[in-house]
Nanobody, 125 residues
């Protein structure tokens, strides 16, 4: 069964850090861009970051640029999102998703096919 499983969410104080992980079953990520998205209550799902298959290219939403870093370990079929300097506007459910084989498949969620169940990030002020 094809699966993406996110982990690493939790409660952190503003200014703190969290590292999210997204583990894929089998070779689901092999050759594909992977992205992170987030969705806060009452808001639409928004793009956060994406990384190319080889890991040499990354793209970030302006709201997280300079604070978040996306990376991947293809040997472990895992993609990470290091979140530093967390702000009160960052809380959301964070999702990872598989994009396309080419770079850059974009920030539109409709271009991503497989999704994880999400992990909650909460930031206290």
């Amino acid at each position: 069964q094809v699966q993406l499983v996110e982990s690493g969410g939790g409660l952190v104080q503003a200014g703190g850090s969290l590292r999210l992980s997204c583990a894929a079953s089998g070779r689901l990520f092999s050759g594909y861009t992977v992205g992170w998205f987030r969705q806060a209550p009452g808001l639409e799902r928004e793009f956060v970051a994406a990384i190319s298959w080889g890991g040499s290219s990354a793209y970030y939403a302006d709201s997280v640029k300079g604070r978040f870093t996306i990376s991947r370990d293809n040997a472990k079929n895992t993609v990470y999102l290091q979140m530093n300097s967390l702000k009160p506007e960052d809380p959301a459910v964070y999702y990872c998703a598989r994009g396309g084989r080419s770079w850059f498949t974009g920030s539109d969620a409709t271009t991503y096919d497989y999704w994880g169940q999400g992990t909650q990030v909460t930031v206290s002020s």
